[in-house]
């Protein structure tokens, strides 16, 4: 099993920055890919991010040039820098880790709130 507890979410104004990390822990080392999702009430969650275990980035175009996401394999750790952060950021973050054993397998965190407002 995984277990993902995330950190650093909290209230910043538009233009600010904020940084939110992701600790993972048990059988750390056959997760394949960590990230972050995100989602607003009454929304789907949807993919801010992500980083495979070799390095492969996906970033949703809404982040592309102000967010930038980064990992330690070793600590099982993902880090999301944002910066210039936009009122529409606004969302519960959720870290996502997955790994594929005899199937996929899907670990989530219990989300930190990320609010940009003036």
């Known amino acids: 099993q995984v277990q993902l507890v995330e950190s650093g979410g909290g209230l910043v104004q538009p233009g600010g920055s904020l940084t939110l990390r992701c600790k993972a822990s048990?059988?750390?080392?056959?997760?394949?890919?960590l990230g972050w999702y995100r989602q607003v009430p009454g929304k789907q969650r949807e993919l801010v991010a992500d980083?495979?275990?070799?390095?492969?980035?996906n970033n949703a175009d809404s982040v592309k040039g102000r967010f930038t996401i980064s990992r330690d394999n070793l600590k099982g750790m993902v880090v999301l820098q944002m910066n210039n952060l936009k009122p529409e950021d606004t969302a519960m973050y959720y870290c996502?880790?997955?790994?594929?054993?005899?199937?996929?397998?899907?670990?989530w965190g219990q989300g930190t709130q990320v609010t940009v407002s003036s």
């Open positions: 980083i495979t275990s070799d390095g492969i980035i």
């Open positions: 048990g059988n750390i080392f056959t997760i394949y890919t």
């Open positions: 996502h880790a997955d790994r594929a054993l005899d199937y996929v397998e899907h670990f």
